[in-house]
């Protein structure tokens, strides 16, 4: 899959089944090597594909409300935390003011650390995956999830040394 293919996923996003999206995005993305990852990080649990222990990808019809966050290059996202009930299925709607690319992905501590590993190794790698938006500059997009956990999760950007450089942020769901 390359760059442009990617890009016209991304830009569509917003209007495309979050759903549809995802299948159509799943062989070319990160493929097996994601899915066993996340395997191996769960102890060989339940969680393949798009399972994350923050919940899973949302129904975009069954959305309860959006929440805007803004991004920028002082390494912020805005607001850095999110308050949800459990059950809610969000639309994020992200928008980078910045003037390089960022992104928000969503899941646990520890699933964003594994992921940020991964992206070091794999550095230029873009993604389209269900709990991720990665904007160039100036744009906009969305993610649908549904927290169905009530627990402490977190996004974060993972461009290599964002997430470093604080570039995180907290739902907690209750
Ligand atoms: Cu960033």
């Known amino acids: 899959m390359n760059t442009r293919t990617i890009k016209l996923l991304l830009t569509a996003t917003l209007a495309a089944p979050l759903m549809a999206l995802a299948a159509g995005e799943h062989g070319g993305g990160h493929g ?3 899915a066993d990852m996340h395997k191996g990080m769960q ?3 339940a969680m393949g594909g798009h399972e994350s222990a923050a919940g899973k990808p949302g129904d975009p019809a ?3 409300r959006t929440v805007p966050v803004e991004m920028d290059d002082t390494m912020r996202f805005t ?3 999110i308050s949800v009930k459990a059950g809610e299925t969000i639309r994020f709607f992200v928008v980078n003011k910045g003037k390089i690319p960022h992104e928000m992905v969503i899941g646990s501590a520890a699933e964003l650390d594994e992921h940020a590993e991964m992206m070091k190794k794999m550095p230029g790698m873009k993604h389209a995956e269900p709990n991720q938006i990665n904007l160039d500059p100036g744009k906009r997009g969305g993610i649908v999830w549904t927290f169905d956990k009530a627990g402490s999760f977190a996004f974060a950007c993972l461009v ?7 570039m995180v942020g907290q739902v907690l769901v209750q």
Do not use: I
């Not at 290599?160 to 604080?166: C, D, L, N, V």
């Open 32 to 34: 097996k090597g994601m």
């Open 43 to 45: 102890g060989g649990g």
């Open 62 to 64: 069954k959305v309860s």
């Open 160 to 166: 290599p040394g964002h997430k470093e450089a604080g």
């Open 79 to 81: 607001p850095s935390e």
